[in-house]
């Protein structure tokens, strides 16, 4: 599967987890090299815009997205 779509501009993807390399490479592997729909920061990105995703946001917090999602709208 090609990267997700919002890499280049993703905070976490670029700027999260600096100090737990190994982690955050599994994150990335796993929501933004493999399968994004699954990313909890694409959910948001895509259901109600960019500006809602809050920046300490991880890609497996689903349920989290799910709620911002639903106060969205």
Known sequence: MAN?????????????MGNMP???EMFKIK????DNSYCARH??????????VPPNLFPNQTDEAKRLISASQ
């Open 4 to 16: 997700c779509e919002l890499i280049e501009k993703c905070v976490f993807f670029n700027d999260k």
């Open 22 to 24: 190994g982690t955050a």
């Open 31 to 34: 929501y933004c090299k493999e």
């Open 43 to 52: 959910m948001v990105v895509k259901a109600v815009g960019r500006e809602k």
